[in-house]
């Protein structure tokens, strides 16, 4: 019985974030038609701009996004389109945006991947260390430091790193990503430590005060006070007993913290870095115009959001005994 | 004869705050026999509760600190013993269980794990047998389907079995001692009663100490061998459950069994004690009961009161009944209980 | 505590409030059909939300006095705060009146530009017209650019400052419209339920979702920058965490006694509201807001960094991407707005850190 319960959650669930996603691709087409000189006016004026005959392409830009339909019928074209996988034509790159994306969203993930690898081992280790010895100078220091490293803007540590380590400082790291590289070779890992610590560096911090915190509430629990008279020795009672039930809320807050700050500072730090990922190509496409790029990876961004907090849900629900499915 | 299995002398512990240093529990000493029912009894913040967490060393190291005395139990100090040794006696020789079952059990563990979890420490047995032995103890201890159960996590159970499951845990590496801090606080009436008959069957079957921490006068009447009453962080009466109740001597005891509501006294309203817990900062010079005392001397404010044996076992720690005082005065009091 | 706000700020005051309001809108109308430009539509919203700060933030803190006072003792106990504190302060004077003394930010000279710090000497090449050729020349800080210039000759020192009027201006008036909007939407979901609450809530979910960086740049995008318009962009994109928050506040709060206590003595649902809610939610309000201020910030620099902000404003962002394109001539173009930006975010949140535990009652202090 409990089975169906879980089973039942998920599915609800799953419909409640296809609403979501409904709802997000609305909000999204809305925005494009209430804008002021539609950018759909200026990708026109650019196809144009590019062919021999501007008419005929008009014609077919205009069929094929029903710019001369009504508005509701051009809504309907819109979401039908974006589930068949039709995702439009990016004119700056000349390639299909579907395609273009799967070129592209392969850096985007490993630097966000390795990121979040990298600042929450490390945060939440900190932050555990941290909580068992809260009032010592230890503490102090860590929590000092997640203060600076929340507070430092994760574009400028992009700049200071790339100052310290480019021709001017040391030069141990080359600075510009160089996209020759294979993916998994230690070369490339190498291109990517200054991006991973940049990106990683206000995550951790945030992580380690969460991770602290999560702690210092379970420590004080009536349940660690009865795992010590049971004669446990301490890593088992702080090991077992407290992080099982940390755990919970530090994985929450590190999952659903992806969308909010990790994809904006994953965007800043493949400008800064080079890195040709899916924030970087959006960036180029503003200023060239090439909306279908930009309004895609957008909605890619909420929809990748979507899909993490969901998993988050239920990877939550079966982690904590005490969430009833119905 | 000496079948003291814990001796405790000259407890002290402490609680150093923001706001001062609170003396919970100041110059306290006193015997456990094997097979022995001691109940300890006070209001709440009289220190019974430090005592018990004191002698297992779990206090909460800051703000508390035990800073003095000592806890004899089969010839080592436990006070001083290395962690290693702490570790080996908690959970297996002195088990201990807590007042409130729904915190004190892991939330994200199962029944089965955490009663486990002792045996697979203490007595070495793999999981298998661990979970056997861990369920043979839960249907002891009267939880029913305790097989089936065993997979269930504690918010699936009631307070009653919450608190069942916590004794099944403590009594699992078949302890000497059985400290029980106030287990039964927490739960209605009728279960109470059932919880009670779990520690009387205890004693009788089992021949354990137990060392039972309670607020509640009833329930000591109806197993205590040996009750303390404390007050203040320090032991005001002690003797057996005739002499607590048909002859208490201490002014604050005398004042607690009039404080019991009674279906068969011509009275209409119950008899306070008046008057405030002291501040256990800075606790009144002398005896700590004697700004509310009713038959104080004038020692009581200069001086803590010396420890008089009225008869056989019957201890109390009052200037009334040392040499100083005179026959008058405790004739008085002798006729105040009701 | 703040349930005593309520008793003694009154309906006289929500009267003048909307009399304020008319006369803006009195204002805002001539505005646009008689007269030519009496204010700016940045100055509009200065006025609103002043307003609004004046006669629902600042004006109950002065009817309780004492309230305040042992909220601030509170806050005072908290050493990093009040430093903090003191930071902003100086920001927010050196935003108002540093334009005065510094020269024009905009104010291009290439015979001057790329000079360093005072105290910092560079080595740069420079064309010496008699030799004609390049020769290393030695320029040292001077005086009358104590910060340096960048490699347009424009002075640090008047960018800076009038990048921190920007991002107070952004930081304070952003943050003003997400915390009005998410309060709204809170209070009204959490006081009406049913449909509304439901409506409500998957519309914050859904803007929720959106990556809030992501939505940022698309709507700039698509509406274009300018700087009213980033500022309103902010603001709409950040009100999601406190629509949240405080619906939850509100919500505690609606079942406790003292509402329903007030309902059977036949107080009207809007006087509820208003009397009752609001002021408890205020608190939690106020701490969401003065941790929402560095976010904001750093979204418009980020904004400025990339190119999307206001082009006719110097905003620090814009001074740290010239920064980023002479990083190896001009060094000091890159760190310096970065230092500044980094310590105005590290002032807002050890601020906020210690408002939010002077407002928890929780917490002992």
């Known amino acids: ?326 | 004869m000496n079948n003291n299995i814990l001796e405790i002398k000259h407890l002290k512990t402490y609680f150093f705050t923001s706001r001062g240093v609170v003396k919970a529990v100041d110059g306290v000493g006193f015997s456990l026999r094997k097979g022995q029912n001691l109940c300890l009894v006070g209001e709440s913040g009289c220190g019974k509760t430090t005592i018990a967490l004191s002698i297992l060393r779990l206090i909460d190291s800051p703000p508390g600190k035990i800073i003095g005395g000592e806890v004899w139990y089969h010839g080592e100090d436990l006070l001083h013993s290395s962690g290693k040794r702490l570790r080996q006696i908690r959970g297996n020789q002195i088990a201990m269980i807590f007042q409130d079952p729904q915190s004190s059990l892991n939330p994200v563990f199962t029944v089965g794990d955490q009663v486990a979890e002792q045996i697979k420490l203490h007595l070495g047995l793999k999981r298998k047998q661990a979970m056997e032995r861990a369920s043979y103890l839960m249907e002891q201890v009267g939880i029913p389907r305790a097989r089936e159960r065993m997979k269930d996590y504690p918010h699936q159970f009631s307070g009653g079995m919450k608190q069942r499951v916590m004794i099944a845990a403590a009594l699992s590496c078949n302890p000497e001692i059985l400290i029980a801090d106030e287990p039964t606080t927490a739960l209605d009436t009728t279960i109470k009663a059932q919880i009670l008959d779990i520690f009387r069957d205890l004693k009788q079957n089992r021949d354990m100490s137990i060392l039972f921490i309670t607020h509640d006068l009833g329930t000591v009447a109806s197993i205590a061998d040996r009750i303390i009453v404390m007050y203040g962080g320090r032991i005001a009466e002690a003797g057996t459950a005739f002499d607590i109740f048909d002859q208490p001597q201490h002014p604050y005891t005398q004042g607690l069994i009039a404080c019991l509501p009674d279906i068969s006294a011509q009275r209409d309203r119950l008899t306070p004690i008046p008057g405030m817990i002291p501040s256990l900062i800075n606790p009144p010079v002398g005896c700590i009961f004697n700004p509310r005392c009713e038959r104080r001397l004038p020692i009581c404010s200069k001086e803590i009161p010396p420890e008089v044996f009225i008869s056989g076992e019957h201890l109390v720690v009052c200037h009334l009944y040392s040499p100083l005082a005179s026959p008058q005065d405790r004739r008085e009091g002798i006729n105040n209980v009701d | 505590m703040m349930r005593q706000v309520s008793n003694k700020v009154g309906g006289l005051r929500n009267l003048i409030f909307i009399g304020v309001l008319l006369v803006l809108i009195l204002i805002l109308l001539s505005d646009i059909y008689l007269v030519d430009q009496i204010l700016e539509p940045l100055e509009y919203f200065y006025l609103f939300f002043a307003a609004v700060a004046i006669f629902y933030g600042i004006y109950p803190l002065y009817a309780n006095r004492r309230l305040t006072k042992y909220y601030w003792q509170r806050i005072k106990k908290h050493r990093l705060s009040v430093i903090g504190l003191a930071f902003i302060t100086f920001l927010i004077v050196v935003a108002l009146i540093g334009p005065i003394f510094t020269q024009d930010p905009t104010k291009v000279n290439f015979a001057e530009k790329n000079v360093p710090p005072v105290g910092f000497t560079v080595q740069q090449f420079v064309y010496d017209l008699q030799a004609e050729e390049f020769v290393v020349q030695e320029i040292p800080g001077t005086w009358q650019h104590p910060l340096g210039t960048d490699d347009k000759g424009r002075d640090m020192l008047a960018m800076l400052v009038s990048g921190a009027r920007v991002s107070l201006q952004v930081g304070l008036l952003a943050v003003l419209i997400a915390v009005f909007i998410g309060t709204i939407m809170g209070v009204v979901s959490a006081y009406f339920g049913g449909v509304a609450d439901m409506v409500l809530m998957r519309f914050t979910d859904i803007m929720m979702t959106f990556p809030f960086f992501l939505l940022l740049v698309f709507i700039i995008f698509i509406f274009g920058p300018s700087l009213v318009f980033i500022i309103l962009v902010i603001g709409l994109t950040s009100w999601t965490g406190t629509a949240r928050l405080v619906r939850s506040e509100a919500l505690s709060l609606r079942t406790r006694e003292f509402i329903m206590a007030s309902k059977s003595l036949g107080a009207s649902d809007t006087r509820i509201v208003f009397r009752h809610l609001i002021p408890n939610v205020i608190s939690v309000v106020i701490v969401i807001a003065t941790l929402s201020i560095p976010g904001v910030i750093v979204a418009e620099a980020a904004l400025s960094f990339i190119g999307l902000g206001d082009p006719t404003v110097t905003s620090w962002g814009v001074v740290l991407n010239a920064g980023q394109r002479s990083l190896d001539t001009a060094w000091w173009v890159a760190v310096e707005p970065g230092i500044i930006l980094f310590l105005t975010v590290l002032a807002f949140n050890f601020l906020g850190d210690g408002i939010r535990d002077a407002f928890d009652p929780r917490s002992q202090l």
């Open chain 1, 1 to 326: 019985m409990k089975q169906g319960g879980l089973r039942g959650y998920i599915i609800r669930r799953l419909i409640y974030a296809a609403l979501i996603t409904l709802g997000v691709v609305t909000v999204t087409f809305f925005l494009l038609r209430v804008g002021p000189s539609s950018p759909a006016d200026k990708y026109l004026a650019n196809m144009s701009a590019r062919t021999q005959d501007p008419s005929q392409v008009i014609a077919a830009i205009e069929a094929r996004y029903g710019l001369d339909e009504p508005i509701y019928e051009q809504y309907i074209d819109y979401v039908v389109n974006l589930a068949r996988g039709d995702w439009g034509w990016s004119f700056s790159t000349s390639m299909p945006v579907m395609k273009l994306i799967q070129r592209h969203w392969i850096y985007s993930f490993q630097l966000i991947l390795l990121s979040m690898l990298f600042s929450a081992s490390l945060g939440i280790l900190i932050g555990i260390y941290s909580a068992i010895k809260q009032y010592t100078k230890v503490d102090y220091l860590a929590t000092f430091f997640s203060f600076i490293g929340i507070s430092i803007p994760n574009f400028w540590l992009g700049i200071m790193l790339i100052l310290l380590f480019s021709g001017t400082g040391l030069g141990w790291f080359k600075v510009y990503y160089d996209t020759g590289l294979p993916l998994f070779s230690l070369a490339n890992l190498k291109a990517l430590v200054l991006p991973v610590i940049t990106l990683g560096t206000g995550m951790m911090a945030g992580y380690t005060r969460y991770a602290r915190s999560a702690i210092l509430d379970n420590l004080r629990k009536d349940f660690v006070r009865t795992a010590r008279a049971k004669g446990l020795p301490e890593r088992v009672v702080i090991g077992k007993h407290v992080f099982r039930n940390a755990i919970l809320p530090i994985i929450t807050i590190i999952m659903f913290d992806l969308s909010g700050v990790v994809f904006g500072g994953a965007y800043l730090t493949e400008i800064i870095f080079g890195i040709p990922g899916l924030g970087r190509i959006s960036f180029n496409a503003i200023f060239a115009n090439d909306y279908p790029v930009v309004v895609t990876i957008t909605l890619i961004g909420a929809l990748v959001a979507l899909l993490t907090n969901l998993v988050t849900d239920i990877v939550y629900t079966r982690l904590d005994p005490r969430i009833r499915y119905d």
